[in-house]
């Protein structure tokens, strides 16, 4: 049976024990007290954390993006733009595929 994760903080974070998650016992608390909590750390937080992160940062370059494409618009060769095109093909493809590998579609 999967046990729960508390993150370093003591906050539980919701996500199931995986293979290779470690239990340590909290700072302080010793290891004969049965009332003792283990904190669990997990092996993937902190590339799952990274990975937020780095989709932040996505969600910011593509707002700024979208404001440019107003100016882009603009632009007597909007209508047969080849990078425009070429761009939004790369975004679709790339959205294909994490929805195959993770199975969203």
């Known amino acids: ?33 049965p009332f003792h909590k283990k ?3 997990c092996p993937i937080e902190k590339h799952a954390n990274a990975i937020l992160g780095s989709g932040k940062q ?6 700024r993006l979208r404001r440019n ?7 007597p ?3 047969e733009c080849e990078f425009r095109e070429r761009f939004n093909q790369l975004i679709d493809a790339v959205i294909l595929e994490i929805n195959e590998e993770w199975g969203l579609s």
């Open 1 to 33: 049976m999967a046990k729960q994760i508390l993150s370093t903080s003591g906050v539980l974070q919701g996500a199931r024990q995986k293979d290779g998650a470690s239990e340590v016992p909290k700072r302080g608390c010793s290891a004969a007290n």
């Open 39 to 41: 904190v669990i750390y």
């Open 58 to 63: 996505m969600v910011s370059a593509m707002h």
């Open 69 to 75: 494409l107003c100016v882009c618009r603009r632009c």
């Open 77 to 79: 060769a909007f209508g």
